[in-house]
C-alpha cells in the first residue's frame, strides 16, 4: 500500500493519521503518539517536509550591513544567510567545493569567506576567486567553481531559505496572511535576542504549543496567563489555509507586555491590545504584539530533540522613548525567558508522557483548532507515499 515504507507500525499511524486529519474539529484528537516516536516518520518528515518547504532561517535585521552574515542548517545541509555587496540577502551552501569542509561557523561579517582546511576562498556571491597550488591539475577551473546558490526570499522582515528550487515563492504562499499581519510593520521591529536552543521534546509538540493559547492562564500562570483573555481569542471565519494557521487574542490593557505603546498612531481599537499568532507551516511561528514580537524556527534533531532559533524584537518606539534603554531590555529578556523555560517544562514533559505505555491522545478544545489544521497539513505531506 505505501512505497518507502518498510515498518507496518509506520503504515498503522499514517492511516490513522490520515482518518484523523478528515474530521471535523468538533470530533479531532490529537496526533497519534508514534508520529512523535518513530524513527521512520521522522525520515518522512525532512524527506517529504524540511527537504522542500521553506525554512524560516532568521530576520533581515540580522544582517544588516554588506558581508554581515549568519550559519543555519537545514538537516544535514549546511547553510550561510549573508549581505552581498549589492545588499541582496542570499543563502549560499556553506561546504567547501574542494575537500567538503564547512566553511564557516557562527555569525559576523566577512568581504570573503575562507575554508579553515586548506584557504580556499569564495567572494559574496559565493565565487571561488583563491585556491593556492592548484596550478597542476588540470581538472580544475576556478572561473567554474561557485558555491551552490540555495532558494531564499524575504518576506515581511522575515529571511526564509529551501533546498526546493522550484517551490513556489514565499510571497505567494503566504498572500492572505500578508493582509492580517501588514498593519503591524514587524519587519521594523528591533531584535534584541537571537540564539540558538536544543530541548529533549519533538518539533511538532513544540509546534503545537506555540500556536495554541489554551495552556497560556496554566502553563504560564507566572508570566502571561493573567492578562489573557482566553474568552476572546478568534480564529479566522474563512476556514483552513493551505500554508498557515492563526489566531488573534488580547491582552489587558494593564498588562507588561503586548499592548500598542503611546506613539503608535497606526493600531487602532482593540488592536491596540490584540496579539497575532501565526504558524507558518511547517515550522515558523511567532507572536505579534503591538510592542514586541518574539518567534522560533524548529528543525527536527532526532525525535526526542529539537534545534530552535529563538529570537524576540521590539516595536521601534518602545525603544525610542526610553533615555537608558539597557534595564528595560534587560528586564524584557529576563521576562522572555522565563516564558520559554515554562514552555520548555511543558514540552519536554509532553514528550515523556508521549513516550509512556499508557499515554493516549485525547480529544482537542475548541482553542485548539490551530492543532488540528497543523494535523491536516502534517497528513497532506506524508500520506502522499500512499499509492493511489
Known amino acids: 500500500m505505501f512505497e518507502n515504507i518498510n515498518n507496518k507500525s509506520s503504515e498503522k499511524t499514517l492511516l490513522e493519521l490520515k482518518d484523523l486529519a478528515s474530521k471535523k474539529l468538533s470530533k479531532a484528537r490529537a496526533m497519534p503518539k508514534e508520529l512523535y516516536t518513530s524513527n521512520e516518520i521522522l525520515e518522512l518528515e525532512k524527506n517529504l517536509i524540511f527537504s522542500n518547504e521553506w525554512v524560516c532561517a532568521g530576520r533581515e535585521k540580522e544582517i544588516p550591513c554588506p558581508g554581515d552574515y549568519f550559519t543555519f542548517q537545514i538537516d544535514t545541509q549546511p547553510i550561510v544567510v549573508l549581505r552581498d555587496e549589492k545588499n541582496n540577502v542570499r543563502a549560499l551552501s556553506n561546504v567547501c567545493l574542494h575537500r567538503m569542509m564547512k566553511i564557516v561557523e557562527g555569525k559576523g561579517n566577512k568581504k570573503r569567506f575562507t575554508c579553515p582546511y586548506h584557504a580556499w576562498t569564495y567572494n559574496l556571491d559565493g565565487q571561488l576567486v583563491m585556491a593556492k597550488y592548484m596550478d597542476r591539475t588540470d581538472c580544475f577551473k576556478k572561473e567554474n567553481m561557485k558555491l551552490p ?101 488580547t491582552k489587558n490593557p494593564d498588562a507588561l507586555v503586548g499592548t500598542a505603546h503611546k506613539n503608535n498612531k497606526t493600531l487602532k481599537g482593540k488592536w491596540r491590545h490584540t496579539s497575532i499568532l501565526p504558524t507558518i507551516f511547517p515550522s515558523h511561528m511567532y507572536s505579534l504584539a503591538p510592542d514586541h514580537l518574539w518567534y522560533l524556527s524548529l528543525q527536527p534533531c532526532g525525535t526526542d530533540k529539537v534545534n530552535i532559533k529563538f529570537g524576540a524584537a521590539l516595536a521601534p518606539e518602545v525603544l525610542e522613548d526610553k533615555k537608558d534603554p539597557e534595564p528595560f531590555l534587560d528586564e524584557t529578556r529576563r521576562f522572555l525567558y522565563e516564558v520559554q523555560n515554562e514552555d520548555r517544562y511543558v514540552v519536554e514533559g509532553i514528550y515523556k508522557g508521549i513516550c509512556s505505555p499508557l499515554g493516549q491522545p485525547g480529544p482537542l478544545s475548541w482553542l485548539e483548532r490551530e492543532n488540528h489544521e497543523f494535523t491536516q497539513y502534517i497528513a497532506r505531506k506524508l500520506t502522499k507515499i500512499i499509492k493511489g
Request: aromatic content about 14%.
Open 149 to 249: 546558490q540555495i532558494k531564499c526570499e524575504v518576506f515581511l522582515g522575515w529571511i526564509y531559505v529551501s533546498l526546493n528550487n522550484n517551490t513556489q515563492s514565499v510571497s505567494s504562499k503566504l498572500n492572505e496572511l500578508h493582509e492580517i499581519v501588514a498593519p503591524y510593520s514587524m519587519e521594523n521591529y528591533v531584535d534584541i535576542i537571537s540564539e540558538d536552543l536544543t530541548w529533549n521534546t519533538n518539533w511538532k509538540i513544540l509546534t503545537e504549543n506555540f500556536m495554541e493559547g489554551y495552556h497560556l492562564p496554566v502553563a504560564h500562570l507566572g508570566t502571561v496567563g493573567p492578562h489573557i483573555n482566553l474568552l476572546d481569542t478568534e480564529f479566522d471565519k474563512r476556514g483552513a489555509f493551505e500554508n498557515f494557521t492563526y489566531q488573534t487574542f
